[in-house]
Nanobody
Framework: QVQLVESGGGLVQAGGSLRLSCAAS????????MGWFRQAPGNERDFVAG????????VYADSVKGRFTISRDYAKNTVYLQMNSLKHEDTAVYYC?????????????????WGQGTQVTVSS
């Protein structure tokens, strides 16, 4: 079993920044990947960013490239999502997820473990 706990969401004005954290526990994470997804009301859950746990290699959705940065602290088993230049359309519930695959897939079905989500609201 893998437990994921997100934190760091909140209300921010457009153009501002937030950093989300995802604390992971339950197994050794070497060789796996972590992803951040988001879901706005009435929309599907979409891939935002992913990171390969061992190497730190990253991948991003086009909508957030250049504004968001995913990183991990190997010693703390924690993944971060630094979000800068936030836009109203970034408003959503953000979820972190664990995949046993070596590369962070953009497909929801490749992630068997999910956190509870944290709300990010960007006021325009």
């Amino acid at each position: 079993q893998v437990q994921l706990v997100e934190s760091g969401g909140g209300l921010v004005q457009a153009g501002g920044s937030l950093r989300l954290s995802c604390a992971a526990s339950g197994r050794t994470f070497s060789g796996s990947a972590m992803g951040w997804f988001r879901q706005a009301p009435g929309n599907e859950r979409d891939f935002v960013a992913g990171i390969r746990w061992s190497s730190g290699s990253t991948v991003y959705a086009d909508s957030v490239k250049g504004r968001f940065t995913i990183s991990r602290d190997y010693a703390k088993n924690t993944v971060y999502l630094q979000m800068n230049s936030l836009k109203h359309e970034d408003t959503a519930v953000y979820y972190c997820a664990y995949s046993s695959l070596a590369w962070p897939s953009p497909r929801l079905s490749d992630y068997p473990y999910w956190g509870q989500g944290t709300q990010v609201t960007v006021s325009s």
